[in-house]
């Protein structure tokens, strides 16, 4: 009994932080998390530290990232100068919808 309860209040805890994080279409707000975590170095998909690394697609696949798996990866063990995004700082989840943002985004 006492268990059960806990996993609703879990459940219901869990649903209300997603709803948090939604827009209006009920998915997550991918452009809104890039303005957070990365558009201070990538602003408009470019790269105010290291101008041969922005973010448009020609560049990513000069440098071998090609999905947003690639992305993702990158955020884990980014390079020079880069902040390092472990699970913490951004969800699996968070870190494929950014990825999927850049990739559409970013031409
Ligand atoms: C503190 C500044 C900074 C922040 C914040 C930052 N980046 Fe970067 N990013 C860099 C730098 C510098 C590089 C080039 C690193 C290198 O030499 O490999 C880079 C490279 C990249 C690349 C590879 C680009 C290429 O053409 O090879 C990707 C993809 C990327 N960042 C994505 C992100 C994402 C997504 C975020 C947010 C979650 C983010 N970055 C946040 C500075 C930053």
């Known amino acids: 009994m006492k268990k059960s309860l806990a996993t609703v209040t879990l459940l219901a805890v869990g649903a209300f932080a997603v709803s948090a994080q939604a827009d209006t279409e009920g998915?997550?707000?991918?452009?809104?998390?890039?303005?957070?975590?990365?558009?201070?170095?990538?602003?408009?998909?470019?790269?105010?530290?290291?101008?041969?690394?922005?973010?448009?697609?020609e560049a990513l696949k000069t440098n071998g990232i090609k999905s947003?798996?690639?992305?993702v990866a990158n955020m884990r063990?980014?390079?020079?100068?880069?902040?390092?995004?472990?699970?913490?700082?951004?969800?699996?989840k968070e870190a494929k919808a950014i990825a999927e943002y850049v990739l559409k985004t970013f031409k």
């Not at 452009?31 to 041969?52: R, S, Y």
């Not at 947003?68 to 992305?71: E, G, T």
Request: proline letters at 8%; aromatic letters at 6%; a positive charge.
């Open 27 to 57: 998915k997550m707000d991918a452009k809104a998390e890039f303005q957070k975590h990365c558009a201070v170095c990538h602003p408009d998909g470019g790269n105010v530290i290291n101008k041969a690394k922005p973010l448009n697609k």
């Open 68 to 71: 947003w798996k690639d992305i």
């Open 77 to 92: 063990n980014p390079g020079p100068g880069m902040t390092k995004f472990d699970k913490k700082e951004i969800s699996d």
